[in-house]
T-cell receptor, first 113, second 112 residues
Framework: GAGVSQTPSNKVTEKGKYVELRCDPI?????LYWYRQSLGQGPEFLIY????????DSGLPNDRFFAVRPEGSVSTLKIQRTERGDSAVYLC???????????FGPGTRLLVL | GQQLNQSPQSMFIQEGEDVSMNCTSS?????WLWYKQDPGEGPVLLIA?????ELTSNGRLTAQFGITRKDSFLNISASIPSDVGIYFC????????????FGTGTRLKVLA
């Protein structure tokens, strides 16, 4: 079956711009996670959803970052007023339940100039 | 952000050798996962561990969930060139949240 997909695969933007990153989880998976991975580091937790609600958003670095999952499937990570330090790979993962193992998408590589 | 202590940070080994890496933490975890990540790709799940003391194998890979629930190791036997990559551990926290904390990664290079 289809795995987790993320679009776009690459995004180049200018400092101060707004960006949206999309994640399509595995069909039927109720839990969805967002991570940020900087070069040479492990994935860093941002937020996870159980269904439509954000169950834990403690990893969002500041109020410029926001994520939604309005219908409990696709999720969008939104970054306002991008900064050069936001440049990283943004990974999405889903699992059938929040206790179960998670499967990753290929990531969106964001470059803020 | 919080990351688990993973060692070694990197290693060069000869093809055919066995490899061992581990993760440690001051926190207790419900679940330990081990992933491999190739350049430009998302992490791919290798092994999942759900109980303290659990020992699980997947082909040439063997992983164990530490008795204290604060550590885990991964062994790769008879390494081959395609084992090259970055290996990450991830622990799922207890206590009302189900977020995962990842290790800093072990970069494995296999010399043919």
């Amino acid at each position: 079956g289809a795995g987790v997909s993320q679009t776009p695969s690459n995004k180049v933007t200018e400092k101060g711009k707004y960006v949206e990153l999309r994640c399509d989880p595995i069909s039927g998976h109720t839990a969805l996670y967002w991570y940020r991975q900087s070069l040479g580091q492990g994935p860093e937790f941002l937020i996870y959803f159980q269904g439509t609600g954000a169950a834990d958003d403690s990893g969002l670095p500041n109020d410029r970052f926001f994520a939604v999952r309005p219908e409990g499937s696709v999720s969008t990570l939104k970054i306002q007023r991008t900064e050069r330090g936001d440049s990283a790979v943004y990974l999405c993962a889903s699992s059938s339940q929040f206790q179960e193992t998670q499967y990753f998408g290929p990531g969106t590589r964001l470059l803020v100039l | 952000g919080q990351q688990l202590n993973q060692s070694p940070q990197s290693m060069f080994i000869q093809e055919g050798e066995d490899v061992s890496m581990n993760c440690t933490s001051s926190s207790i975890f419900n679940t330990w996962l081990w992933y491999k990540q190739d350049p430009g790709e998302g992490p791919v799940l290798l092994i999942a561990l759900y109980k303290a003391g659990e020992l699980t194998s997947n082909g040439r890979l063997t992983a164990q969930f530490g008795i204290t629930r604060k550590d885990s190791f991964l062994n790769i036997s008879a390494s081959i060139p395609s084992d090259v990559g970055i290996y990450f551990c991830a622990g799922q926290l207890t206590g009302g949240t189900y977020k995962y904390i990842f290790g800093t990664g072990t970069r494995l290079k296999v010399l043919a």
